[in-house]
């Protein structure tokens, strides 16, 4: 893909192709390696590494924002601050950042991810998730997480 760089720029640029065009054309660019390895090739800086090292440094502040917050929004966010709190696990403190995160500004969470089991068939249809696959056995970390886009 680093090949076609400026091939898939230039398209991109001068044509403007819809995103049906884009996945048909170009499929990996819809791949989270790939959408990674594009960031890197547009900007020279890893979006995951620089967005998880800036949520873990706003974290503190975050945190105290949503211990801040009142009326209902402080109710829908308690069980993340609980999770927050409780948790030894550096990806569950994240996650429940995330979310409770999103509760703070008026988001519901439930429309970006789902947490399920081993069988995810049920999801397919969805028009965008975040499936948090648990193992039917494990209670703590989840086995897999992969992102659902409408086809």
């Not at 760089?5 to 791949?31: D, G, M, N, Q």
Request: proline share 4%.
């Amino acid at each position: 893909m680093s090949k076609t760089f400026s091939i898939r720029r230039e398209e991109v640029v001068a044509h403007s192709p819809a995103i049906s065009v884009l996945k048909e054309r170009w499929p990996a660019l819809f791949t989270e390696a790939e959408i990674k390895e594009e960031f890197r090739r547009i900007t020279t800086i890893g979006l995951e590494e620089t967005f998880l090292r800036h949520l873990d440094g706003y974290t503190p502040r975050l945190v105290q924002l949503m211990r801040n917050r009142g009326g209902a929004a402080a109710i829908r966010i308690r069980p993340f601050l609980s999770t927050f709190d409780r948790s030894q696990c550096v990806v569950k403190k994240r996650d429940a950042v995330v979310c409770g995160l999103m509760e703070y500004l008026g988001e519901n969470h439930h429309q970006l991810f789902q947490d399920c089991q081993n069988d995810y068939e049920d999801y397919v249809d969805q028009p965008m998730k975040l499936l948090v696959i648990h193992n039917s056995t494990a209670e703590e970390d989840p086995e897999d997480v992969f992102s659902l886009t409408q086809k």
